[in-house]
């Protein structure tokens, strides 16, 4: 297999992987809102949801429905986001993409040992990771973009474009980096809480109950809690890392900007809209990702703003066509 050909199949195998995520987040979405558990998680539990929501206003069971969506938003996103970037800027050589995928894929991968902090082996999650970490790790391996001088390889931490901060596009960018860099630090948050305390009190005050009670209730119920939020926090954090990496050194053409967009409106969509759905309003646990949701919308108005007015006016854009 010459280099090419091989970088070819690896590509091939990456653009799996982003297909594998983009189902198994609509999986984890359509699931998420049927209110439904798998069967698994019953047999864990030794209860139907059913059961489990007809006690204390079936509160339980919507504020797992919530970390149920919400997850499978953000798997949805870096779905879509692996998708732009296997397609296009990995197919040019562009190494910067290959890092942001090796990095975020490395963090999502890895957090799937926090699902193990409480001692709950999701049976589903585990098959659905080792099918599709070859593809991570083989399209990795194979599709490493190679260059005859190290200067052909294009922006790696360096800025792809390089416009004023003050300008609209500038502006832009910036709101869109805080964003990226909010999701990494909420991430995180959340995946730590998911392998230690679990609940924030605005959790436990929506649900009406301490931890203890959740203890009495069933003493399986805080790890299968756990699992779920650990999963979303892992998941929240790989997207946050690979859209910095889009937005930083991305050449910002038409289809990354367009794939950019989709992630965001996946992301924090469903994670936002799901909670006046379970009546989880409480203004302090929505207020990271309202901000988060304003400052990715406006980053994408400006520099779609400047990109539409630099065609116009038929000048060279910063953004890349």
Known sequence: MNAAHRQGQGRLLLVLLAVGLVLAGLIVLLLGMSGRFLPHDERFLGMTAEE??????????HFMIHDRVSFGGAVLAVGVLYLGLSVSPLRQRQVWAWWALLLSGAVGFA???????????????????????????????WSRPTFARPADSGPVLRP??????????????????????????????????????????ED????????????????????????DRA??????????????????????????????????????????????????????????????AVLYGVGLFLTFRSRRQAIAEGTRNPVRE
Do not use: K
């Open 204 to 227: 436990l005050a929506y649900m009406g109950l301490r931890v203890e009670e959740l203890h009495a209730i069933n003493p399986r119920l805080v790890p299968l809690i756990a699992h």
């Open 111 to 141: 957090s799937f040992l926090g699902y193990l902090g409480f001692g709950y082996l999701d049976a589903w999650h585990a098959i659905a990771t080792l099918l599709l970490l070859p593809c991570f790790v083989l399209g990795l391996a």
């Open 52 to 61: 489990l929501c007809a006690l204390h206003g079936c509160r339980i069971v």
């Open 231 to 292: 999963g979303f926090g892992g998941a929240v954090c790989c997207f946050g890392v690979v859209l910095c990496w889009c937005v930083w050194c991305g050449q910002s053409s038409r289809g990354l900007w367009w794939a950019v967009a989709l992630a965001g409106l996946t992301a924090f969509g469903p994670a936002i809209a799901i909670h006046p759905l379970v009546g989880y309003n409480d203004p302090i646990h929505l207020a990271p990702a309202v901000a988060g």
């Open 160 to 201: 792809s474009v390089r416009v004023p901060w003050s300008s609209a596009h500038g502006v832009g960018r910036a709101c869109l980096l805080a964003a990226a860099g909010g999701l990494v630090a909420g991430g995180l948050t959340i995946l730590v809480l998911g392998m230690t305390c679990v609940f924030v009190p």
